[in-house]
């Protein structure tokens, strides 16, 4: 089960200014390996000095773009620029990237002082851009959220651009200025945590981040920004959203986050059941406020 985002942290972040957009730029990056489209056509801008993370499961692209900027890999196609100056022909010494990968520590130290130090070199070269890959997941939980604190507070700091990947969203939605959702090797959405958790723009966003209810609904009508829908015999008011286009009656998913449920005494609403039985969809939407 996906750990519950904290609504409390999502609300407090914010993304920098916009002024800084494009320190770090992909122009329709992509990369294959054989038969494999690890990253496809990705166009992203990474502002100067946030912390900017990556976020998908496994085979999702994420580690992929990280070494295309990086310049361990060359794309296939498309353009990486790193304040202002192309470098998708410049090898990574001359990037003045600073990089923490998962595999490459010293070995005699605890967990933790291994990541100090490998995070201590990453930054002694006072790296214009700090590429950071999953460099927590072998930590304990206390431990893995002391250093996410040390991170935010070192970065803070130094105003150092940061690239941070992971597969753990609650990291993610924690320590992030803003989040790229990957799967499959394509960028799915790009948001602060708020944004990202309450306003996903597809199907596989809203129901990777965050523990999520999925009610079987059906679809009476729409009608302009507002839409009708059925849960058994109660009527629900909604966003039109991704409902356009559907015809009245077509079944539908509407997506809820558990904090936003509320048990109400017997009698005032309509009868509700739980189940898990799946039946064909054709169009989903969902509803975070």
């Given at each position: 089960m996906k750990?519950?985002?904290?609504?409390?942290?999502?609300?407090?972040?914010?993304a920098p200014p916009a002024g800084g957009q494009g320190f770090v730029r992909l122009e329709g990056v992509s990369k294959r390996f054989g038969d494999v489209v690890a990253l496809h056509e990705a166009t992203l801008d990474v502002r100067r000095g946030e912390i900017l993370t990556l976020l998908g499961p496994s085979g999702g692209g994420k580690t992929t773009l990280l070494n295309l900027v990086a310049g361990f890999l060359l794309p296939d196609s498309g353009a990486i620029h790193i304040a202002g100056q192309p470098v998708?022909?410049?090898?990574?010494?001359?990037?003045?990237?600073?990089?923490r990968l998962e595999d490459r520590r010293p070995r005699q130290l605890s967990g933790g002082q291994q990541q100090r130090v490998a995070l201590a070199r990453a930054?002694?070269?006072?790296?214009?851009?700090?590429?950071?890959?999953?460099?927590?997941?072998?930590l304990d939980k206390n431990l893995r959220g002391s250093m996410q604190l040390e991170l935010k507070e070192i970065q803070r700091k130094l105003g150092v651009t940061t690239i941070f990947v992971t597969h753990d969203q609650s990291e993610a939605l924690s320590l992030s200025d803003r989040i790229v959702v990957l799967s499959e090797g394509r960028i799915r959405q790009v948001g602060t945590p708020g944004e990202i958790y309450r306003r996903p723009t597809e199907r596989f966003v809203a129901s990777f981040v965050g523990d999520v209810n999925v009610l079987r609904a059906r679809l009476e009508e729409v009608d302009g920004e507002a839409a009708q829908i059925a849960i058994g015999a109660a009527k629900l008011a909604v966003p039109a959203g991704t409902l356009r286009g559907c015809a009245p009656g077509a079944p539908v998913e509407l997506f809820i986050r558990p904090e936003q449920?509320?048990?109400?005494?017997?009698?005032?609403?309509?009868?509700?059941?739980?189940?898990?039985?799946?039946?064909?969809?054709?169009a989903v939407m969902w509803i975070f406020t």
């Open positions: 750990n519950r985002a904290e609504t409390s942290g999502i609300e407090q972040k914010s998708t022909g410049v090898p990574p010494y001359r990037r003045e990237i600073g990089v930054l002694a070269i006072s790296p214009k851009v700090l590429l950071l890959d999953e460099p927590f997941s072998a449920l509320r048990l109400a005494e017997t009698g005032t609403r309509p009868p509700a059941r739980v189940s898990s039985r799946p039946i064909p969809i054709r």
